[in-house]
């Protein structure tokens, strides 16, 4: 698949850009929609059955909701104030039932089509232990797409409703929102008040929108296609066959997959947020050069934003504010106020990346995967206070030049050890790729067959590309805003400059064989 | 009114100057587009069969530059083919000119085109098709026409070429010459794999073959009795797709026409091909190893089968160009 999706967006965003613009204002957002179906139905095909149902479960849940809270304005008048908290908490019941139901059943939808074999193999595995042998039906059916992304967007979508964020919308509204086609391959997860009113806005042809999106496939398709196609050959190789290799490059192939895994995945954003662009509609920012966090906080504020934003607002929120919290945090007053917002840290936290590592896949490994950075949060928080202690005695400015270099590093570090359990095959491989990297062995990669020569240069060369040009935007340097406000004949210079790159530096066709996307499965 | 004549008059030169410009700009823009990728074609083509993606390119539009009527046998079929079969293996072992006249994905209805378009060109006395293609579905360009959208997509489809570009890609128009491996794609990768020949099963249901694939089956069958060529028909190895399901399809026709068919992927005799290391993909395409392996085997059952249709041409002064091509063979086979 690879790159054929972005192509196949692409081809179809552009058929659909010309329907668009051919059309009256007010036809153009139930011209989205309409396409926006068909693309997944093109793609998923019966599949798209799932779809239809999470868009129709959250329309009905969000017009109840609108229904408890006209019911409630209507009846509260003339109630004294017990009375109208009586009424309130009884609406209030009503809608965590809606909600409550609405998302069971998309869960159950997720659960069953991408969990089920996942939960199946630990049941057998946990009655194993007590020679009880069971067999759990092993489901074999075809995901359907992007549905990790639109069941959590539809969920927040009727949270957000419940919690009086906004009214719920009409049928069209709901499913235009979770529907969109250019975001339901690999997101960004959208907030229903950000992205609506641009989708019914039905804005015409605008050259900054035109040329900005643009420069935005094009970025998208070189960092898909130059850089992360090209890294895959090593990292693919070094992780199918990690017994074959040590040492060196064992590493390299761990720092490559790390760099691909955001060229690619930023790439996609990229082009997807590209394609949005072009009928001037904005998506939300899922990267934020994450490479330069100086913690891994930092980090997931800048990598994946959108995901972090929806843990943060639908899971750790929640969790935080419940009131079992609540009761706990009142019991533990006798501790201090650091003690107390650890425990409760800890705690909504553990929910927090118990789901970040679920959403990545159904296995061990990612649950492994979500615990590993739990642990790196709360030993974070828990030593915060010993090294600002050490710092100020060292009389350290933890501020300076060289100090924020070695935090970037540090990260550095201790992301690709995520990454190395995140692509790893097995939690064994990854322990053992990880005992590898410190055991001696070829260094010389060209040698080992794996790439050639020309390819490895060009790997080092577009990774520099990367990394100057995320220098660049951390500098709060627009290079959108440079290039749209250059004449037309330089901005088409430069849009057929990076197609030429794409086109001679991809690593496609006679040679290279596309890699399937790694968050596309999700 | 004079007034607001002159004005509209001034507004529409100045309105035409500025169309006329924007116009004038897009075509010198377009214009310079189309040179420059005009260009980009000449740069990224093969110049030869040494370049990259140069044998699979020539050894098919190089065809027509064979001495009319010299060649014996034709190897047809899709990619599967033209990794398989080496002319020059043939040449070398029973002295039989032929050529390989197969592309990626050829379905049998391509192959019944480029069959007749060989028939243009060469009177071949037998023809030796991989049954591969029957299986394949049928693509819109093929064959020829194929070769021509190519050579206009040229820096797309060999863009990989970049490594190799040197001073003579930007100076040299490629020109068409002999094919020195005629038609055989040599792959010089070995590739791991643990498959293994598979068994001859005629109890399991034959695979459905489509009436426009079995349309052209017959349409090739009797193309062949037209002109007076034996065909045979061979599966060639390839495990990663292979099924009796298949094969079996294949064995029916094969009976039903009279046909020899020589399933490679199962046992037969005196065929021991080592799986190990005769392929460059997983178990999909032979390298040079398994072509050669391949090649010698079907040399000495030609030879068996049909050298009262065929003249051994080593010792033919007519054939010195082919001669003198063998030593070269070796050598690049023994490169490897």
Excluded at chain 1, 186 to 213: M, V
Aim: aromatic share 16%; hydrophobic share 45%.
């Amino acid at each position: 698949m690879g790159f054929k999706i972005g192509i196949y967006l692409l081809l179809f965003a552009s058929i659909v850009y010309a329907i668009y613009l051919a059309l009256p204002k007010k036809a153009r957002p139930f011209c989205l929609l309409a396409f926006s179906i068909l693309f997944y139905v093109i793609y998923s095909k019966f599949l798209t059955i799932f779809l239809l149902l999470t868009i129709l479960t959250v329309y009905f849940g969000g017009i109840a909701i609108n229904k408890f809270n006209d019911k409630f304005a209507l009846q509260k008048q003339g109630l004294e104030k017990e009375d109208r908290k009586k009424l309130k908490q009884k609406f209030n019941r009503k809608k965590f039932w809606v909600v409550f139901c609405v998302i069971l059943v998309n869960l159950a939808f997720i659960g069953v089509l991408k969990y089920f074999n996942f939960f199946g193999s630990i049941f057998e595995g946990f009655f194993s232990w007590f020679n009880v042998t069971i067999h759990w039906p092993v489901l074999k059916i075809a995901l359907p797409l992007g549905i990790s992304y639109y069941t959590l967007t539809a969920i927040g979508y009727l949270v957000d409703v419940n919690r009086g964020k906004y009214r719920a919308g009409n049928f069209w509204q709901v499913a235009l929102f979770i529907g969109y086609f250019p975001q339901l391959y690999e997101g960004p997860f959208a907030r229903f008040d950000q992205l609506s009113p641009q989708l019914w806005e039905g804005k015409g042809f605008d050259a900054n929108n035109f040329y900005g999106g643009l420069l935005s496939i094009l970025w998208g398709f070189f960092k898909k296609m130059v850089i992360a196609d090209r890294l895959a050959i090593i990292a693919t190789e070094v992780f199918s066959n990690y017994a074959q290799y040590n040492g060196i490059i064992i590493l390299l192939g761990i720092v490559l997959f790390t760099i691909q895994l955001y060229a690619e995945f930023s790439g996609i954003i990229d082009i997807a947020s590209g394609v949005s662009e072009l009928f001037g509609i904005k998506l939300a920012k899922n990267f934020n050069q994450p490479f330069f966090s100086r913690n891994v906080g930092e980090f997931w504020r800048r990598w994946h934003i959108s995901l972090g934003a929806w843990l943060k607002d639908y899971i750790f929120y929640p969790v935080s504010m419940s009131r079992g919290i609540t009761k706990l945090n009142k019991k533990m007053q006798k501790l201090n106020s650091f003690m107390q917002l650890f425990i409760t840290s800890s705690i909504a936290l553990l929910a927090v990346w118990l789901t970040n590592g679920l959403w990545h896949g159904a296995g061990a490994k990612y649950i492994v995967y979500g615990m590993y950075y739990y642990v790196l949060m709360l030993v974070g928080l828990c030593c915060e206070p010993l090294f600002a202690k050490i710092y100020k005695k060292m009389k350290i400015n933890k501020d300076s030049k060289p100090m924020i270099v070695l935090s970037f590093l540090k990260t550095f570090v201790l992301v690709n050890l995520g990454m190395l359990i995140f692509r790893a095959n097995s939690l064994t491989a990854a322990v053992k790729m990880f005992g590898g990297i410190f055991t001696g062995g070829q260094i010389d990669i060209i040698r080992t067959g794996i790439i050639d020569c020309q390819d490895f240069i060009m790997c080092f060369v577009t990774i520099a590309i990367l990394f100057a040009v995320d220098i660049i935007k951390e500098k709060n340097i627009n290079i959108k805003q440079w290039f749209l406000t250059r004449k037309t004949a330089l901005k088409l210079t430069i849009v057929i400059l990076i197609l030429v790159l794409i086109v001679v530096f991809g690593a496609y066709g006679n040679g290279y064989v596309p890699p399937d996307p790694i968050y596309g499965a999700f | 009114m004079a007034m607001a004549m002159s004005h509209l008059t001034l507004f529409m030169e100045r309105f035409n100057m500025k169309v006329k410009k924007r116009v004038l700009t897009i075509v010198v823009f377009l214009l310079a587009l189309i040179l420059v990728y005009g260009y980009a074609i000449i740069i990224f083509m093969p110049k030869d069969e040494n370049d990259l993606g140069g044998s699979r390119y020539y050894g098919y539009v190089n065809f027509k530059y064979e001495r009319k009527n010299s060649i014996d046998a034709i190897f047809c079929g899709d990619s599967n083919a033209y990794c398989g079969f080496s002319p020059l293996e043939l040449y070398k072992q029973v002295g039989i000119t032929s050529y390989t006249r197969a592309g990626s994905q050829e379905s049998i209805i391509n192959v019944e085109t480029i069959l007749k378009e060989t028939l243009k060109y060469q009177k071949p006395k037998l023809m030796v098709m991989d049954v591969d293609c029957m299986f394949q579905p049928n693509i819109f360009f093929s064959g020829t026409t194929r070769q021509k959208f190519i050579n206009l997509i040229a820096p797309f489809y060999f863009h990989a070429r970049w490594k190799e570009l040197s001073f003579k890609d930007f100076v040299t128009v490629p020109k068409p010459t002999k094919s020195f491996l005629k038609g055989y794609v040599l792959e010089r990768n070995v590739y791991t794999n643990s498959y293994k020949k598979g068994v001859t099963n005629l109890s399991i249901a034959p695979k459905d073959l489509d009436i426009s694939i079995k349309k052209s089956f017959n349409n090739i069958v009797n193309i062949c009795k037209n002109h007076n060529i034996a065909l045979v028909l061979v599966y060639l190895p390839a495990p990663a797709s292979w099924t009796n399901a298949k094969s079996n399809a294949i064995q029916q026709l094969a009976n039903e026409y009279n046909l020899p068919y020589l399933d490679l992927n199962c046992e037969y005799e005196g065929f021991e091909l080592n799986y190990a290391n005769s392929f460059y993909d997983d178990g999909e395409h032979l390298n040079f190893k398994g072509a050669t392996y391949v090649t010698q085997f079907l040399s000495y059952y030609i030879k068996e089968n049909y050298s009262f249709v065929i003249n051994d041409h080593r010792q033919d002064k007519n054939f010195d160009n082919w001669n003198s091509l063998i030593p070269l063979y070796d050598q690049l086979i023994q490169t490897y």
